[in-house]
């Protein structure tokens, strides 16, 4: 498989699912394989750098944000590999329809999302009232 598509809807407002899935710290909670991400900024824009590592290996990976527009989208490239991810996020009546799409420019995907971490970012984010989910993501105002 060479790309993905997955899409999940969340009661909650753009500028919430946004700060939420921009804040590093949160992203353990509903991408467990990742144990730990770190940027190079607090706040992310282009061409803020991200490093994150798995549960299973002390081995870091790299990212950079090669596209972003505030509360609509971002797009991560990993460094020195041609595996992509774009988070791009709509305003509906009821919240946010989040669209998750991964893609390689060359090969196939090796280890291809699936919905249960954007069923669990979901769950994470409806889970708290609104107020919550702007101190669960730190306030976050990205920039």
Known sequence: MKELKLCVKINKPVED???YATDS???PTWYPSIKE???SSPIFKLGTKIKNRGEKTELWNYYEITDFEQDKTFTLSQLGTSYHVK????KTE???EL???EWVDYGELEEPANMYNLELLKS???????????????????N
């Open 17 to 19: 699912v946004f700060a």
């Open 25 to 27: 710290k949160n992203t």
């Open 37 to 39: 991400e770190i940027p």
């Open 87 to 90: 988070y791009t996020f709509n």
């Open 94 to 96: 009821d919240g946010t």
């Open 99 to 101: 669209e998750y799409y």
């Open 124 to 142: 994470e984010l409806e889970k708290y009232s609104i107020g919550d989910n702007n101190e669960r993501a730190g306030n976050a105002k990205h």
